[in-house]
Antibody, heavy 120, light 107 residues
């Protein structure tokens, strides 16, 4: 059973960089054909797709965040990471990592989510 | 970006009622439509993918249909554990986008 667990600072100062890690267990992040994704949800609001990284080495990002976001894989640690630069209060949200299947592109496994607050 | 619009935004239903949620895309998305259920404080859970395929382990009272721009999630006889918020998601064109959610409450 694949499990994902997000970790990282719960508080980030405005203009700083948000950095999160997602540790995958129950399977290798580099095996199979999957995308590894980040999705966020501001409190009381809907879901926003941030982007994904393919085990083959390519990344796709939401154009609304593309200039500030980097997603990468560390296969040696079985981890996925997210970096979001120049954060503002609008980036305050619960951040989820998820596994995305490559044909129909649905997310079948999700982490529990981690709340990141941007505040001085 | 493809806009996804769900209706209604919220609804009240009794256990055993039939519940129907609609999702409309701003342009055709073929069959690339997924449905998720989310309970408070929890991650979304995949229910239906590719419009009508039931995810493993999801009860058969959930079903999906549609094509092109108009899609439907139906819960044939909602149980107490089904009262939650439901989101549709298109995976036809990046960026993937979600509907705003439909909150299903107990009447």
């Amino acid at each position: 059973q694949v499990q994902l667990q997000e970790s990282g600072p719960g508080l980030v100062r405005p203009s700083q960089t948000l950095s999160l890690t997602c540790t995958v267990s129950g399977g290798s992040i580099s095996s199979g054909s999957f995308y590894w994704s980040w999705i966020r949800q501001p409190a009381g609001k809907g879901l926003e797709w941030i982007g994904r990284f393919y085990t083959g080495g390519s990344a796709s990002y939401n154009p609304s965040l593309k200039s500030r976001v980097t997603i990468s894989l560390d296969t040696s640690k079985n981890q996925l990471s997210l970096k979001l630069t120049s954060v503002t209060a609008a980036d305050t949200a619960v951040y989820y990592c998820a596994r995305e299947e490559t044909y129909s592109n649905y997310c079948d496994y999700w982490g529990q989510g981690t709340l990141v607050t941007v505040s001085s | 970006d493809i806009q996804m619009t769900q209706s209604p935004t919220s609804l009240s239903a009794s256990v055993g009622d039939r519940v129907t949620i609609t999702c409309r895309a701003s342009q055709t998305i073929s069959k690339y439509l997924n449905w998720y259920q989310q309970k408070p404080g929890k991650a979304p859970k995949l229910l239906i993918y590719a419009t009508s395929s039931l995810q493993s382990g999801v009860p058969s009272r959930f079903s999906g249909s549609g094509t092109g721009t108009d899609f439907t999630l139906t819960i044939s006889s909602p149980q107490p554990e089904d009262f939650a918020t439901y989101y549709c998601q298109q995976t036809y064109s990046i960026p993937w986008t979600f509907g705003q959610g439909t909150k299903v409450e107990i009447k």
